[in-house]
């Protein structure tokens, strides 16, 4: 116990709290020990404890500040506007029995997110369904009718005609011989009147005449039906089938879906409403691409092309930089500021559901106008945000070359973008290696260890890293 104090009592610090008798001499007393933990614990730990030992420099990848030409950067100030925006209304008169529930039934709320497709609002059908139900029973109808026409004469009724007409064959000729008979008599002079004749030759006829017609009625078996009879039974058949068709777009027009993924940013009715044709139900916005509007002053558009990168700011997103580009040059000022209008599209970032980038933010954007000049370039993952100010750490190494140093706040202003570097100003040189990676701790003044050194551009992910504010 005595070797245990004389070694802890060795260090500078406890030397005071080993004088002290009954409190830490004998290690017996309970406040003692408290103290000599609180002390231990101030002090950094007992020499040679494993578990107290002091960390080495933090390892840290970085690269060089290059000195590029690039254009003068203006900034310009805008707001964010969604890519899409649609007001859903109703296309007929109903009563909304459905309103805003996602396919498991939980009502969806204002703010929220809904798919391409997802129905809103949904109105009653009931008496549709029903006009729907007669009108396939007349088409199903119609099709059979145009079938019946389409398949010609049964075998049957062939056979059927084919019989009529030798009956009616050798009707015929019974008559005809019959009649040839008494013609024979009564040019003879035998007893056969004139009447018997004129009776003998009208049933002659009326067979002749009867046979005919049971050849025509065979030819027409034979024959089916006319061509003019089934394009009547198409035309009927395609009139119910636009119909019924019609019936179903009705049907489907008291459904009122979103026509685009997006958020639900407005309601305009309630399960139990009536709707009259076009009133608005609900309204979406589609936040996944955004763009921001900006006037550029007549001197800066000529600089200003379609496609050109911008870098972006928002006040209220202090720890994040966003990169766009121009997507939309309007060719006509205003005629009283002289400005015009430009389109900056940004690709939003989602979290969680939710859309960083949100309707109406104001925003900051920095357009390349001008000549080009010398201009000192970072990689954006250099940049350190969320703070007063933007900064990146510069490394002053112990000699020229070296591995390990010292990190360096540098207070920086940012200027144009370019790919994954851009613009700085400030107190900087080129040549300079700046900290990209393992910058997220970093201290003013903290040792550092440099583990890797990557080329202008060559960071995996243009992102900017948020200042850590912990102690």
């Not at 080329?455 to 890293?465: D, N, Q, Y």
């Amino acid at each position: 116990m005595h070797s245990w104090n004389r070694t802890v009592c060795g260090t500078g610090l406890l030397r005071s709290l080993c004088s002290r008798p009954g409190q830490l001499a004998g290690g017996h007393s309970r406040v003692g020990r408290l103290l000599l933990t609180l002390a231990l614990l101030s002090a950094g730990g007992v020499a040679g404890s494993p578990a107290f030992a002091q960390r080495g420099p933090a390892p840290v990848g970085v690269s060089p500040i290059v000195e590029q030409d690039a254009a003068a950067g203006q900034q310009y100030v805008g707001s964010v506007t969604p890519l899409r925006k649609a007001t859903i209304g109703s296309a007929v008169d109903g009563r909304v029995v459905e309103f805003l529930r996602d396919p498991q039934g939980r009502r969806i709320e204002m703010g929220e997110r809904v798919a391409e497709k997802q129905p809103l609002a949904q109105l009653l059908t009931e008496t549709i369904e029903q006009e729907i139900k007669a009108a396939e029973g007349e088409l199903e109808l119609r099709k059979q009718e145009l079938a019946e026409l389409r398949n010609g004469s049964r075998p049957e009724e062939i056979a059927q005609a084919k019989a009529r007409a030798e009956q009616q064959k050798a009707t015929t000729e019974f008559v005809r011989l019959r009649y040839e008979r008494m013609r024979k008599l009564f040019e003879s002079g035998r007893a056969v009147t004139q009447d018997e004749i004129d009776e003998s030759l009208s049933l002659k006829q009326r067979a002749e005449e009867g046979m005919r017609d049971a050849e025509a009625t065979l030819e027409l078996a034979l024959a089916g039906p006319r061509t003019e009879r089934i394009a009547q039974a198409e035309a009927r058949v395609m009139i119910q089938e636009a119909e019924v068709k019609k019936l179903k777009d009705q049907k489907r027009k008291h459904t009122m879906i979103a026509r685009f993924a997006g958020y639900v940013v407005a309601e305009h009715t309630e399960i139990g409403s009536w709707v009259s044709r076009g009133d608005p139900v609900a309204e979406v916005i589609d936040l996944d691409t955004v763009d921001i509007e900006i006037n550029v002053v007549e001197r800066h558009i000529p600089h200003v092309r379609i496609g050109q990168e911008v870098a972006i700011s928002v006040p209220a997103l202090p720890d994040k930089i966003f990169t766009g580009h121009v997507a939309l040059i309007v060719p006509r000022a205003d005629m009283r500021a002289r400005t015009f209008p430009v389109k900056v599209r940004v690709e939003n970032v989602i979290t969680e559901d939710r859309p960083l980038l949100k309707a109406g933010m104001f925003a900051q954007v920095t357009l390349s106008v001008g000549a080009k000049q010398k201009s000192l370039m970072v990689a954006k993952d250099a940049l350190v945000l969320g703070g007063p100010q933007t900064m990146i750490y510069v490394v002053d190494t112990e000699s020229p070359g070296g591995k390990t140093g010292k990190a360096r706040p540098v207070p920086v202003t940012l200027g144009v973008a370019a790919g994954t570097l851009i613009q700085v100003i400030g107190e900087v040189q080129a040549g300079q290696l700046v900290v990209v990676q393992g910058n997220e701790r970093l201290r003013p003044g903290a040792e550092v260890m440099i583990s890797r050194v990557l080329k202008p551009g060559e960071s995996p992910e243009a992102r900017a890293v948020k200042r850590d504010t912990g102690n």
